[in-house]
């Protein structure tokens, strides 16, 4: 079965520090892959996406992705957190081919101390 | 320009009454989905709409749940006699087509239903 498993429900992390989020994949064929983020009261917002190509993404905000198919996981990072960083952060795949049925996991929230 | 609105924000009703949330896409997308996000879970998928083709409604939970779209416009989400485990956020998302340039969706800020 499709699945996408983010194993951190929660991540705390100091301002200042680097962040790596993870997300795993269970997919038939090679998907594509997004990271969205939700910030409070707001609509998820896409942070980056990998297509093909180059496995290590660039998106906005400073975060950026690596897509390693041998693991099926497409990490995030962003090597110095700021405040404004703390969200709820989603990681989905879609069909890479037919329309963008996405498979979110569960999120991870992150919290910025100052 | 204007992002994709969803109304209402909140909604609260009584089990077993039939609710309808509503979704104004981005002009010009073709593409629009429902998802739903309960409590502390990821979106999960529940109807897809392009263009003038059937919906795949393949996500929606029960025969409770409905969904129609005006061409390529707004789309309207009953939930008829709702139940407690209904309540969740319902989002919805329009994107420009289906092709990979076309792919990103651009999510609206979602309906908080509470079913009592």
């Known amino acids: 079965a499709q699945s996408v498993t983010q194993p951190d429900i929660h991540i705390t992390v100091s301002e200042g520090a680097s962040l790596e989020l993870r997300c795993n994949y269970s997919y038939g064929a090679t998907p594509y892959l997004f990271w969205y983020v939700q910030s409070p009261g707001q609509g998820l917002q896409l942070l980056l996406k990998?297509?093909?190509?180059?496995?290590l993404v660039q998106g906005i905000k400073g975060f950026e992705a690596e897509f390693k198919r041998s693991q099926s996981s497409f990490n995030l990072r962003k090597p110095s957190v700021h405040w404004s960083d703390a969200a709820e952060y989603f990681c989905a795949v879609g069909p890479s081919g037919g329309y963008n049925k996405l498979i979110f996991g569960a999120g991870t929230r992150l919290a910025v101390h100052p | 320009g204007a992002g994709v609105s969803q109304s209402p924000s909140n909604k609260v009703t009584e089990k077993g009454k039939d609710v309808e949330l509503r979704c104004d896409p981005i002009s010009g997308h073709t593409a629009l989905y429902w998802y739903r996000q309960r409590l502390g879970q990821g979106l999960e998928f529940l109807i897809y709409f392009q263009g003038n083709s059937a919906p795949d409604k393949s996500g929606l939970p029960s025969d409770r749940f409905s969904a129609e779209r005006t061409g390529e416009s707004v789309s309207t989400l009953t939930i008829q006699r709702t139940q407690q485990e209904d309540s969740a956020v319902y989002l919805c998302a329009s994107s420009l087509g289906v092709q990979r340039e076309f792919y990103e969706q651009y999510f609206g800020p979602g309906t908080r239903l509470t079913v009592t």
């Open positions: 990998y297509f093909s190509g180059d496995t």
